[in-house]
């Protein structure tokens, strides 16, 4: 099946500052990236919807101006938690649809801010 | 909107007993179904998928599910528990467009005893 892999799959940083979350599809171009977020003991919230060369659509709730996404290309979406603060530590995971109604999941990284 | 509903939050199983773990969803049209496990800090394993075709379906550990439309249920099933497969289990519906993100269902999170 398709791989995702995710970078770094944990990372710790200072309150205030931004972490970049990168989500790679290995074998499969991707025109379609989804980014969830799960809290501890819970489900997969949908943060956003990254589309390759536009801006991503981001679900009701979600501050766009916090959660970056940027979908350079086909094979890359990145994640930049801006201005970090405690209340954003999460499980954050990526995935991407093949077109066949299947998604496939990264990882996932552990965001721990301090 | 699709949605989905695992009512059990928690079960626990003794090892070697069956196994069944309910989900309910709610679509307008045929639904692409999903079961995956996640285990402690890790990410999303597809355990199994109903596209169409034989409403049973087979996955992997031994698993399988049982898609009744009647009753909009989709429901995991394994005979013999094993200690490993103590984890959450998250039900997932697709709609019909392979770009559109997956629902999930709150999760249940299996413990099994000796």
């Known amino acids: 099946g398709a791989v995702v892999s995710q970078h770094p799959s944990r990372v710790i940083c200072k309150s205030g500052t931004s972490v970049k979350i990168e989500c790679r599809s290995l074998d499969f171009q991707a025109t379609t990236m989804f980014w969830y977020r799960q809290f501890p003991k819970k489900s997969l919230m949908l943060m956003a919807t990254?589309?390759?060369?536009?801006?991503?659509?981001?679900e009701q709730g979600v501050e766009k101006d916090k959660f970056l996404i940027n979908h350079a290309s086909l094979t890359l979406s990145t994640l930049t938690v801006t201005s970090a603060h405690p209340e954003d530590s999460s499980f954050y995971i990526c995935?991407?649809?093949?077109?066949?109604?299947?998604?496939?999941f990264g990882p996932g990284t552990r965001l721990t801010v301090t | 909107a699709q949605s989905v509903t695992q009512p059990d939050i928690h079960i626990t199983v003794s090892e070697g007993a069956s196994l069944e773990l309910r989900c309910n969803y709610s679509?307008?049209?045929?639904?692409?179904l999903f079961w995956y496990v996640q285990s402690p800090g890790q990410g999303l394993q597809l355990l199994l998928k109903y596209f169409s075709g034989d409403t049973l379906v087979q996955g992997i550990k031994g698993f399988e599910a049982e898609f009744k439309r009647s009753q909009s249920s989709f429901n995991l099933r394994k005979p013999s528990v094993h200690w490993s497969d103590a984890a959450e289990y998250f039900c997932a519906v697709g709609a019909n467009s392979g770009n559109t993100p997956l629902v999930f269902g709150k999760g249940t999170r299996l413990s099994v005893i000796a």
């Open positions: 679509y307008g049209a045929t639904p692409y």
């Open positions: 995935s991407y649809s093949t077109g066949t109604y299947e998604q496939y």
């Open positions: 990254s589309n390759e060369g536009s801006k991503a659509t981001y």
